[in-house]
């Protein structure tokens, strides 16, 4: 059983950094398929960033901005989120999967998700 824990959300202006965490147990990351998925309120769930043997993916929307990273050392991967922008204010939830048969932004083809955490962007 995997288990997924965010953290590292918050309250930024516009231009501004958050780094989110995503502490993993019952897996080590290293054989997982890990990935950022954001949600906005009336918005479909976005795939943000993948990342798998080290290798990251990137949405259209956040690339350039946006890093993927993990320390299989703490088994926990990260979002280093930067020049955030009001439209990336969403609930972010980390996930994980062992094999990816689709799209590796795909939500649906994730098994296992953390509950979440909030990142507004203000004007």
């Known amino acids: 059983q995997v288990r997924l824990v965010e953290s590292g959300g918050g309250s930024v202006q516009s231009g501004g950094s958050l780094r989110l965490s995503c502490a993993a147990s019952?897996?080590?990351?290293?054989?997982?398929?890990m990935a950022w998925f954001r949600q906005a309120p009336g918005k479909e769930r976005e795939g943000v960033a993948a990342?798998?043997?080290?290798?990251?993916f990137y949405g259209d929307s956040v690339k350039g901005r946006f890093t993927i990273s993990q320390d299989n050392a703490k088994n926990t991967v990260y979002l280093q989120m930067n020049i955030l922008k009001p439209d990336d204010t969403a609930m972010y939830y980390c996930?994980?999967?062992?094999?990816?048969?689709?799209?590796?932004?795909?939500?649906?083809?994730?098994?296992?998700w953390g509950q979440g955490t909030q990142v507004t962007v203000s004007s």
């Open positions: 990342i798998v043997t080290g290798s990251p």
């Open positions: 019952g897996y080590t990351i290293s054989s997982l398929y």
């Open positions: 996930a994980a999967v062992e094999g990816v048969v689709g799209h590796i932004l795909a939500s649906t083809e994730y098994k296992y």
